[in-house]
């Protein structure tokens, strides 16, 4: 893990965090096989409790634009839901300012399961009779969909994912 010495650079710690847990969500959004329903969903809740976490390690340096980027910054849209959402997921209901909305949260969630080729082989008969599925045989991919509520507007977890990391890199 990359350490630092000083206060002042200390978030990098916490960036580093928030870029791991970005990672499993886009191994989620990849394919989400050998994991189940909650195990994904705790993955993406991690990743945006990290993520909006971040802004408490940055005030420290930076209080001034930290929290003009989080609370009246046009555009950061997609802070303001995080802010709300992981608000709401800390406290069960948002306790502090909103931004947006403070019912934000997951209000939809779907599953897509891709069969790969070949189309021929029945799994449940290879394993009722004891045989592994043929070379051929790929395994499906499993892939989530999330659907956070803030106001009116839902947005898709992973695009909220992607778009907070691209503003956090440009920060």
């Not at 499993?24 to 195990?39: F, G, H, Q, S, W």
Request: proline share 4%.
């Amino acid at each position: 893990m990359f350490k630092v010495q000083n206060n002042q650079g200390k978030y990098l710690e916490q960036w580093e965090r928030v870029k791991r847990w970005y990672k499993k969500v886009l191994e989620i959004k990849a394919d989400a096989k050998n994991k189940t329903d909650d195990d994904c969903l705790d993955e993406i809740y991690a990743f945006f409790m990290n993520c909006y976490h971040l802004k408490d390690w940055l005030k420290n340096s930076y209080k001034k634009e930290i929290e003009n980027l989080f609370n009246k910054s046009k555009g950061i849209e997609c802070f303001k839901v995080c802010a709300d959402f992981v608000n709401g997921l800390k406290h069960m209901e948002a306790s502090k300012t909103t931004r947006i909305d403070p019912n934000t949260k997951v209000k939809k969630q779907g599953v897509t399961i891709c069969i790969q080729k070949p189309l021929h082989i029945s799994i449940n008969s290879c394993e009722k009779e004891g045989n592994p599925p043929s070379a051929g045989w790929k395994p499906p991919i499993i892939k989530y969909k999330w659907e956070i509520k803030s106001g009116k507007q839902y947005y898709d977890a992973f695009y909220l994912a992607d778009e907070c990391m691209e503003k956090w890199k440009f920060f």
